[in-house]
């Protein structure tokens, strides 16, 4: 149990040490692995945290990769299926928080014991109505009577209406106001903090250090133009929309690399082959440093159907990539049509789709170099400090009851 797991091993568990520490964090998210988009935020967050006197602890059911600054607390509880996973962790989760001694306790999951909740999700019941809109009158039946969603759905409810709840991080305005159409009660503790990047190790020197080994290793000709999509979920993502429309675009020299896994990968890959795409599409799965992928490509590409905001696509734009984005992702913000990228209003429109990355590929270097400047507002300190400041306005007292 995640009790025992805390009596027991929490000696074997690293805490930064060193130094009076400021606040006691508690950060929430079930699962870490180093592909995801929400797991490299929680990394960032607390690297950064704890250089300003903050002690973060992660509470995961598991955590792939290194640990880096903090301290980890495992609840693994059994389960069986999707719902009894993410009602079990929950359980154990909020048993954990009531016996820890954390000032402030931040989940990244539908968890109501939660000071703070980070909506990186953004809200499922605005996923869902997107989603339906793209489905057939029986498929969206079958979504309404989902087991799951229902769980989800209801999980959102509670979590809004905790009278524990005291402020949710929104990672984008769009987010921000979907909270405040589904649920108004909590409009007064909203807040939008961007996600940060690391501006170091994103940066457009990268094309310089990885793009030719990296084609030479794919056999993409250099005067190839590459289009990178960067994402796990390819449903969601947009996946047959970029398919179909580098199938159409009359451009003979274009060549598209997908980073990041999806259950249904054989699907999409039989599906490109029927487009005719087995020489033009590279499917590289999930890397642990996404970093080359970005040196080797001329325009990050994501038509997403819903994505509160992406840390691909803000990684992309400190590497010097022009972005080409749906109105659905929350990225689009940082979007000047033009400048740095370009905004699709239609995810589902090919034709729409299909002009902004011709725009993008004609103008990649000079929209490139604009999306760098557009980053450069947007990293891990003004991440960390906007969050320190949220956290010293809620701080309780120390002797909080649980």
Known sequence: SCMLFWKCCIDDAFIVRGGYTNLRLAIIRQRYNP??????????AVASLSKLGTESTVIAREWQGERGDGRWIRCDPFYIGRVWRDWSFARAACHAVENGNFDL?????????????????????????????????????????????????GAERRLFASARLRAVICNSKMVRNQIEQWFPLVSDRLHVIYNGVDLDRFHPGVAREHRDAMRERLGIPDHANVLLF???????????????????????????VIVGKDRHLSRYQAYAQSLGLKEKVIWAGPQNDVVPWYGLADVFVLPTLYDPFPNAALEAMACGLPVVISAQCGTAELVREDWNGFVCQDPGSLEE????????????????????VSASSYGQQEMAQ????????LRLPKNRAH
Request: proline share 2%.
């Open 35 to 44: 592909h995801g988009g929400a797991e490299r935020f929680v990394t960032r």
């Open 105 to 153: 306790v931040q989940s990244h999951e539908r968890i109501p014991c939660c000071d703070i909740y980070r909506a990186g999700d953004g809200v499922h019941a605005q996923w869902l109505h997107y989603r339906r809109q793209s489905l057939n009158p029986l498929q969206r039946i079958a979504l309404s009577q989902s087991a799951f969603h229902r769980h989800v759905l």
């Open 386 to 393: 906007a969050l320190v400041t949220l956290y010293a306005s």
């Open 230 to 256: 960067v994402g796990s979920g390819y449903e969601r993502k947009g996946v047959k929309t970029l398919l179909d429309c580098v199938a159409q675009m009359r451009r003979g020299d274009i060549h598209l």
């Open 353 to 372: 789709l299909s002009t902004n990355l011709d725009k993008a590929l004609a103008r990649a270097q000079h929209l490139g170099c604009n999306a760098r």
